[in-house]
């Protein structure tokens, strides 16, 4: 069981060669991505990425297989079909069809509104530690991350995110619950941040595990949509409707700007059965379903995060599907404890190890290995 990088037949992936032309210098320095690392065996918890521990509904997976039959055709371009079922689903934030963009996951969409706005040498301000993807994004934009660390608790710190802003900020983005430290923005922080942008500066709020938050006080960026053409909200499928393999996303924005991502996006960038699935999935069948698999998620994540609490552990607040251990220079020990107990986690070395919440039995695992951690339990 390992969790390096391995190739189809499981031996270590071979360094790669030499390019044949120069890169850019951005490029070549980029930092790879690393993904959860996936189980080598049997009886192994894959804890190590923000999946849905349940399978895609029969809904849902009779919608992809039906569609499946007719791919030797395109699908939709610009998956309208899907963007005005989605626009139905947000009717009561008065979304329009023409203020969604679909991609390929979220991921691909923010790096087409990257893509959009930023020149080189402009600076996009993002919370750290956050998704590790941003940095990788805003550097193959040609623009410069302005990273502001999170404060103790994990949460963002939004008058300093707002006070590292200056002349070449062209973007802020927010993810909220921010992977992987957990805590979501309050509606009073998140107004205070989609305020105080100056002009000019568009904010990125990625919500892509809102399905799972519970705290009333956690606001909705699209509550605040209508009256902040500089806003952008990003949602995704991969998390709370188990379509993680299906990589569809969609941004929400004012129809210019909507209009404008939308012609940097990859022509057919979201295949026919990922069209298919989505819209299955948003069905109010399937909502009612994937809202009462959120609320089991959500209490599983609760009743664990009280247990680390009474086992001495200082966790701070989760709203999302995984939560967060920091343990310093100890990360990558502890995480190596984890593997030996056959679970799987994301290690942060040199800050700590995000756990996603899986079965109660992945869980009580999990408890059982963090009781039996030898280290100084941050």
């Known amino acids: 069981m390992s969790s390096t990088s391995t190739s189809a037949m499981g031996a270590a992936a071979p360094a790669p060669a030499t390019p044949a032309v120069p890169l850019r210098r951005d490029i070549a320095a980029l930092p790879a991505y ?13 804890l190590s990425s923000n999946e849905l521990p349940y399978p895609v509904q029969d809904s849902v997976l009779a919608a992809l297989t039906d569609a499946a039959a007719g791919v030797n055709r395109y699908p939709e371009m610009t998956g309208q079909r899907l963007a005005e079922a989605l626009a139905s689903r947000h009717a009561e934030h008065g979304i329009d069809p023409c203020q969604i963009v679909l991609g390929n996951g979220s991921v ?8 959009t706005v930023c020149e080189p040498g402009d600076e996009v301000v993002i919370p750290w530690r956050s998704f590790e993807a941003y940095p990788i994004c805003i550097a ?20 300093a995110m707002l006070a590292a802003c200056g002349p070449a900020t062209r973007v802020i983005m ?45 606001g909705n960026a699209l509550d605040l949509l209508a009256d ?26 004012e129809p210019a700007l909507a209009a404008a991502i939308c012609s940097v996006t990859t022509p057919f960038g979201v295949s026919l059965p990922a069209q ?49 251990l ?31 919440v899986g ?20």
């Not at 691909?108 to 893509?115: E, N, V």
């Not at 193959?140 to 008058?159: K, L, M, N, Q, S």
């Not at 509606?187 to 990125?204: C, I, K, N, T």
């Not at 079965?359 to 941050?378: H, I, S």
Request: with cysteine; aromatic share 6%.
């Open 228 to 253: 902040h053409p500089g806003l952008v909200v990003s949602r995704t499928f991969s998390k709370a409707h188990a379509l993680a393999g299906m990589r569809v996303g969609y941004l929400m924005a």
């Open 108 to 115: 691909a969409l923010i790096q087409h509104l990257l893509d």
């Open 276 to 324: 298919a699935a989505a819209a299955a999935a948003i069905a109010p069948p399937a909502l009612a379903e994937t809202a009462g698999r959120a609320r089991a998620v959500a209490a599983e994540r609760d009743r664990v995060l009280a247990a680390l609490r009474d086992q001495g552990w200082t966790v701070p607040d989760a709203q999302g599907n995984f939560y967060w």
């Open 326 to 356: 920091e343990a310093g220079e100890e990360a990558a020990r502890l995480a190596a404890h984890f593997e030996a107990a056959g679970i799987l986690v994301r290690p942060f070395v040199g800050e700590g190890v995000r756990v996603s």
């Open 174 to 218: 927010a993810c909220t619950p921010n992977n992987p430290t957990g805590p979501a923005l309050t509606a009073a922080e998140l107004e205070a941040l989609v305020d105080g942008a100056p002009d000019g500066v568009l904010v990125l709020v990625d919500e892509a595990y809102l399905d799972f938050v519970t705290d009333p006080a956690v």
């Open 140 to 159: 193959v934009a040609g623009a410069r991350a302005v990273r502001v660390p999170v404060t103790a608790e994990g949460r963002h710190d939004v008058p």
């Open 359 to 378: 079965t109660p039995e992945d869980n009580e695992r999990v408890l059982a290995a963090t009781a039996a951690w030898p280290g100084k339990r941050a």
């Open 34 to 46: 690393v993904p959860g690392a996936r189980p080598q065996g049997e009886g192994i918890a894959k």
